[in-house]
């Protein structure tokens, strides 16, 4: 097999999306939740470490190899919200598996299975938003059965 060759440069498919408002975040079990978005970082996909093979025959380099199983990794929102999201979270989200979707500003969705992992301190301080950041994760799990193994589903927007 011969060394790998120069990838021609091509133009992006698609279109770029040219701002990040407004992102939003909605939870099956609880729509309504007391809390709005300010900084959502949406989660990615991660294949993982690399499996090591190296061996007494390698010659010059170490190699490597792709894991098969891909890790669908955390949502984290800076959220304002009302007092009562602490009581909310802690009856009806904090490690309940549910629906969650995630909208994008061009109307792409991004739903999975997953939910609410961790809500962290409420930043308070005189002239500034209460702020309070929000972590959520991806089970990959079928709530209805506990069961049944579905990734993430990104929908793209009309015309996209």
């Not at 709005?36 to 996909?45: A, D, F, H």
């Not at 109307?107 to 961790?118: A, I, V, W």
């Not at 002239?127 to 990959?140: A, H, R, V």
Request: proline share 8%.
């Amino acid at each position: 097999m011969p060394a790998p060759s120069l990838v021609q440069f091509h133009t992006p498919g698609g279109v770029q999306m040219p701002d990040g408002f407004s992102t939003k975040v909605v939870f099956a079990l609880m729509p309504t939740c007391p809390f709005w978005e300010i900084t959502p970082q949406i989660g990615g996909i991660d294949g993982g470490e690399l499996i090591k093979i190296s061996s007494m025959r390698n010659t010059l380099w170490h190699t490597a190899k792709f894991r098969t199983l891909l890790k669908a990794e955390d949502t984290e929102v800076k959220v304002s919200f009302d007092p009562r999201l602490y009581n909310e979270v802690k009856a009806n989200l904090i490690n309940r598996n549910t629906t969650v979707s995630e909208w994008f500003p061009d109307g792409s969705t991004l739903t999975y299975f997953g939910g609410l992992r961790k809500m962290g301190k409420m930043s308070m301080s005189e002239g500034e938003l209460p702020t309070t950041d929000i972590t959520i994760s991806k089970t990959n799990i079928d709530p209805s059965d506990n069961q049944t193994e579905y990734g993430p589903v990104m929908s793209p927007a009309a015309g996209t």
